[in-house]
């Protein structure tokens, strides 16, 4: 009885991690009108440099991002074109954006195979290049610039894929980083506020519960193989 169970178990260990392996990220709702705004830090060792607004898309659905970028070395000169993304934490008081972590990945579904961007629902919420393209003719005083609806990240404060407290990371095409910043807000409801502000850690919300689910789906496939 004990090995049928054992092999009933596996294989509802194999089916959950298959399910869980690329699940369709959420799309987020009920955002408000808020803008915050990353700019890239001012370092003495790189030139690159930019800023990326976002707001809450029309109707609350996701996000508006506006970005533009700069200072970028020759893409033929450095192997190819500059991939960015929404890191999990921000930059801390040293400056190193290695302090921000990975990217933003609710769901666990990592960085291979690489995102589809036909597919941007089953790609971690802050792969934008996956999604929407690297960073790319930004040299020689020409300036990269973007705009694009993000339906799976969100401005709303508490959920797992809100941005506001994250920030934005530069990297080269080998994943090496260039440059960083963190998101700060600076307007509610259309409103300016006094002086922007770093805004905090989210709650362990329901969004942010997910991850933890996957992790124990993961958990439990690898104890019904050993088991």
Known sequence: MKPIFSVLACSLGFALRATAQFPEVAITTDNPNDTYTMHLMDRNDTTVRGVVNVTGGPGGVGVMYHAKFWGFPNETEVGGTFPWHVHVEPVDSS????????HLDLMMRGEMPPCNASTPQ??????LSGKYGDIRNASNGSVYEVTFMDNFTSVKDGLGSYVGNRSIVVHYKNTSRINCGNFTLVSI??????TPTA????????ANRVGAFCLGVMLAGVAAMIW
């Open 95 to 102: 400056g190193n954006c290695n302090s921000t972590l990975a």
């Open 122 to 127: 089953m790609c971690q919420e802050g792969d």
């Open 189 to 194: 409801n259309g409103s300016a506020t006094p």
């Open 199 to 206: 805004s905090q850690r989210p709650s362990q919300g329901p």
